[in-house]
């Protein structure tokens, strides 16, 4: 990764990490001093310690704090000292177990020595123990061999390190704080064994660890599993709409994708804008799980503080255009998606029905993507589809109808020292206004979705101030609360245009329809909706109702136009924060979508 970070690779809080103990073999020392130089970047006074030995010899300009005691080594002044230096520093590293600089380790009973203080542990190994025998590379081999049942000449494997690095006999042992996990030297692993190790950490899903390079200075996390990094890809490349579009976004799935033998195809939907599909076959033809995703966003705006196509970390947060609305969304759905077609191909996993991906264009706009896929016959009546729009963590399937109105009256000119020999559009468009507002202001409230309301987004008329305009038009946009139909709203505005008619003599009032989306209602009976609420259940402990969206989204279009009932939305971020200077996402909304979309997979179709 660019932009490499301990604070943000292990998720430390200055604020509430103050004492921070690190244990373990292959890399300890580095990481304390790699950290302490971090956190004073970022204005912090930093102390380092130890409880047992350190070496003495201290790196960018901070030199460790203990009694020398030969060997250019320190130890420990007492188990007390480093909360002691906690009152004249921000920050107090403390390395608190040694390993004969060996890269990987299992404690003995006096070790490690945390004091009682610690907020936060890391255990450390190194990834150049991995294919050595134990008795070569591991310090207190005999013990890692008893608790790992295996002999002291076999090789130490992957999963060997991540065992230690998540158990109460290794790295974990005394520990009862917070805790997180290093496996360094990163650049050592091929990537076959960097996947395996991410994907048996995810497994175990009970600590917060990474796998890093100093030399190569790039962080892949275990709760990542792909989607955070898949997060800053996609928020780097501009997708603006209007704009540059979504050709780049469109070339980076399709390579991300291609090898996992899923059927890709692309769509031109407009002149170089095209949807990605890309389908797993299931054993019976349907119905499909679809992932729907839209790669566009908004344009990037202004009075940024930070960078919109930088995909800047900070504070547990993604930043960027597009990093909540929703290229988080679509990459916790390719990551799932690109996982379940390799697991397919390599006979890991059989799928009794088909899931497919559906990437579209023009969301952001009058979203043509979505329309196109329909005529293609890409979605159908009974599949089960779901958008990862930002959700706040909710389950959302209701929308209100949209419905947009172009309005034109039509009035006659004059001079506006004779009013009366013409007949003024504005003013008539402005009589308009207030009978339309306040008949809809009368209309019925859903329970749920609230009050139908009008927009008049924009009006135009008028030349000069001294003459009568003879025309005027407006945009109008309703969202349309059951029981309230479009036909509900074209009788209020033919009501109210035959009252200004008469009123303002020589007045003509026309309309046209722009836009017409039904509303969409939640069905209880919907089992993709029992599906997602066991997923999200399993990966979070909370029941989840359906809940109201409130915009309309490609899955709306789809529930709309083909009376699907199985449509709803769930997806990394908060609405709030969309379409914004600072745009954001909290990269645990990422993490806790992807385990969802997992679930999900295995709820609905394995």
């Known amino acids: 990764m660019e932009d490499f970070s301990l604070i943000e690779a292990l998720r430390i809080n200055p604020q509430k990490h103050r004492l921070i103990s690190v244990v373990g073999a292959g890399g300890k020392t580095t990481l304390i001093f790699a950290l302490a130089r971090e956190l004073q970047g970022r204005e912090m006074s930093v102390a ?51 390993s004969r600089r060996l890269p990987f380790k299992v404690p003995a009973e006096h070790e490690p020595v945390l004091p009682k203080e610690t907020d936060l542990v890391i255990g450390v190994a190194g990834a150049g123990a991995i294919g050595q025998p134990f008795a070569r590379s591991c310090c207190r081999y005999e013990l890692a061999c008893e608790y790992l049942a295996v002999g002291e000449e076999d090789r130490i494997l992957p999963q060997h390190l991540v065992s230690a690095l998540t158990a109460s006999w290794g790295q974990k042992k005394g520990v009862e704080c ?17 996947e395996e190790i991410l994907r048996d950490a995810q497994n175990k899903k009970k600590d917060r660890g990474c796998i890093l390079s100093f030399k190569e200075r790039w962080y892949r996390t275990e709760t990542e599993c792909e989607s955070v990094s898949l997060t800053r890809d996609l928020v780097r490349i501009e997708s603006t709409n209007p704009g540059k579009g979504e050709g780049e976004i469109e070339e ?84 799932v998606f690109k996982r379940t077609a390799l697991a397919v191909k390599e006979g890991r996993m059989r799928l009794r029905y088909p899931l497919r991906l559906l990437c579209s264009v023009d969301e952001e706009g009058y979203m043509q993507g979505v329309e196109h896929a329909l005529e293609q016959g890409l979605v159908r009546a009974e599949d089960w589809v779901l958008d990862m729009e930002p959700t706040g963590g909710e389950i959302q399937m209701a929308h209100k109808g949209r419905l947009w109105l172009e309005v034109c009256v039509h009035g006659i000119t004059a ?69 309230t139909s479009a036909e509900g709203i074209f009788a209020i505005v033919n009501k109210a245009a035959a009252r200004v008619k008469e009123e303002i003599p020589g007045i003509c009032i026309e309309y046209r329809v722009t836009g017409d989306r039904p509303y969409v209602e939640i069905n209880e009976k919907s089992h993709l909706l029992a599906g997602l609420q066991k997923a999200v259940w399993s990966v979070t402990g909370k029941e ?21 009932k199985d449509c709803m939305s769930y997806g990394p971020g908060d609405l709030k924060y969309a379409h914004k200077p600072d745009e954001h996402v909290d990269i645990e909304d990422i993490e806790r979508c992807e385990k969802v979309l997992t679930e999900l997979v295995k709820e609905m179709i394995q």
């Open 544 to 564: 989840q109702k359906a809940g109201v969206f409130p915009g309309y989204t490609d899955t709306a279009v789809i529930a709309g136009r083909l009376g699907n």
């Open 252 to 335: 980076y799935i399709c390579e991300y994708l291609k090898n996992t033998d899923a059927r890709i195809r692309t769509d031109e939907v407009l002149p170089g804008r095209r949807n990605v599909t890309a389908t797993i076959c299931g054993e019976e033809k349907g119905p499909m799980l679809v992932f729907s995703c839209h790669m566009d966003t908004v344009v990037i705006g202004k009075d940024w503080t930070r960078k919109p196509l930088g995909g800047e970390m900070e504070d547990g947060r993604l930043y960027g255009r597009g990093a909540c609305d929703m290229k988080s969304g679509l990459a916790c759905a390719l990551a």
């Open 48 to 98: 380092v310690t130890t409880t047992t030995h350190m070496a003495s010899e201290g790196r960018y300009g901070i030199i460790p704090m203990g009694i020398p005691c030969g060997d250019g080594k320190i130890k420990g002044i007492s188990r007390e000292y480093p909360a002691e230096l906690l009152k004249r520093y921000d920050i107090v590293l403390v390395e608190a177990d040694g």
């Open 178 to 194: 917070e805790y997180r996990y290093v496996i360094g030297q990163g650049d050592l692993l091929a990537r076959e064994q960097l």
């Open 415 to 483: 001079h506006a020292s004779k009013p009366e020999q013409g007949a003024d559009a504005v003013a008539a468009a402005a009589e308009l206004i207030h009978d339309i507002r306040r008949e809809i202001g009368k209309l019925l409230q859903h329970p749920l979705m609230g009050k139908t309301t009008v927009t008049f987004g924009q009006i135009e008329g008028g030349y000069q101030p001294y003459v009568v305009p003879d025309e005027c038009q407006i945009w109008m946009d309703v969202r349309l609360a059951p029981p």
